[in-house]
T-cell receptor, first 116, second 111 residues
Framework: GAGVSQSPSNKVTEKGKDVELRCDPI?????LYWYRQSLGQGLEFLIY????????KSGLPSDRFSAERTGGSVSTLTIQRTQQEDSAVYLC??????????????FGPGTRLTVL | SQQGEEDPQALSIQEGENATMNCSYK?????LQWYRQNSGRGLVHLIL?????REKHSGRLRVTLDTSKKSSSLLITASRAADTASYFC???????????FGTGTRLTVIP
């Protein structure tokens, strides 16, 4: 594809509900990242997938957050029992990285999540 | 924390002037990258500089890296109104799998 795509672009949900955010990386990119950006803040790393290796989940803020990547391509970030502090823009990025050094990341447009 | 810090937090200049943004970080790095973000959405990669490089150019952008001071600077020459955006530095720690982003500099270029 032309770039990283994410859906939905905006999601409004009620506190306590579960949400799923989707990311379609650039075809052929082996690495996929999820970040969270709260209003006016920098990006907070959440999780990293590299090929078929076990994901690096070190950035997930709580066990309500989980992510999976099916077939080495599409990824879904799930937030269970959403809280108001989960409101943020969730950004996905992919890169060609096949080694340890992180190369250029290509970002999607993000999903703006609002928890009422 | 490996997170970088940008300085200044906000910068306002006249069109045609140069803009300089600085980034400091805390640990050894493999590379440092600069990204631009418009309107709080997707980021666009601008330039990557590796730890063994000291300066890199791309169009109107010039990036320097001083690993002894753990700092980098991004210079945008002959700024344009369209350069108005937030600029983030991001570091890749030695052996790390991901980028650690700074808090960003909000640049406003006044026409």
């Amino acid at each position: 594809g032309a770039g990283v795509s994410q859906s939905p672009s905006n999601k409004v949900t009620e506190k306590g509900k579960d949400v799923e955010l989707r990311c379609d990386p650039i075809s052929g990119h082996t690495a996929l990242y999820w970040y969270r950006q709260s209003l006016g803040q920098g990006l907070e790393f959440l999780i990293y997938f590299q090929g078929n290796s076990a994901p690096d989940k070190s950035g997930l803020p709580s066990d309500r957050f989980s992510a999976e990547r099916t077939g080495g391509s599409v990824s879904t970030l799930t937030i269970q029992r959403t809280q108001q502090e989960d409101s943020a823009v969730y950004l996905c990025a992919s890169s060609k990285t096949s080694g340890r050094a992180v190369d250029t990341q290509y970002f999607g447009p993000g999903t703006r999540l609002t928890v009422l | 924390s490996q997170q970088g810090e940008e300085d200044p937090q906000a910068l306002s200049i006249q069109e045609g002037e140069n803009a300089t943004m600085n980034c400091s970080y805390k640990t050894s790095i493999n590379n440092l990258q600069w990204y631009r973000q418009n309107s709080g959405r997707g980021l666009v990669h601008l330039i990557l500089i590796r730890s063994n490089e000291r300066e890199k150019h791309s169009g109107r952008l010039r990036v320097t890296l001083d690993t002894s001071k753990k700092s980098s600077s991004l210079l945008i020459t002959a700024s344009r109104a369209a350069d108005t955006a937030s600029y983030f530095c991001a570091t890749v720690g030695t052996g790390a799998n991901n980028l650690f982003f700074g808090t960003g500099t909000r640049l406003t270029v006044i026409p």
